[in-house]
Every structure is written in C-alpha cells, then in structure tokens.
C-alpha cells in the first residue's frame, strides 16, 4: 500500500465569511500579505482584525489505480 500524503490548503475569512478558499501555501501566504496591506492601505470597513484564515489537513492516499476495473456494468 502506499503512503498517506499529507498537504495542506488554506481559506482566508473577512469578518467571518471565506473570500479565498483551497489555496495553497504559496498562494495563502501571497494572498494573505496582500489582503493585510490592503486593509490597511484602502479606506474601507475592514481592519487588520477583521481577517482570519484556517489551515486545513488532506490526506490523500496515493495508492495504485492501474488495476481498478469498471463494476457498473
């Protein structure tokens, strides 16, 4: 069997509500500077507070697939 990878996405919250989601570190860690220099920069509602973000763990097994066969007939 193989192994369990483990990677991790990331969501982005303003006041609660997700405004990025499944992003990947690179793509969280970009995004996030920017939406806190935003906030911060822009006369808008927002403040720095305002912002969150969740990780989250996948798990996705990398087994071997070749012999799968189609049952549905």
Known sequence: MAPIEDSKIYHIYLK???VLHSLSEENF???WE???NL?????TDYQAED???EVVDVLQDRGDIS???DTSQ
């Open 16 to 18: 609660n509500e997700c």
């Open 29 to 31: 860690k970009s995004s």
């Open 34 to 36: 920017t939406l806190q």
């Open 39 to 43: 906030v911060g920069l822009v006369k």
């Open 51 to 53: 912002l969150s973000y």
């Open 67 to 69: 012999n799968l066969s």
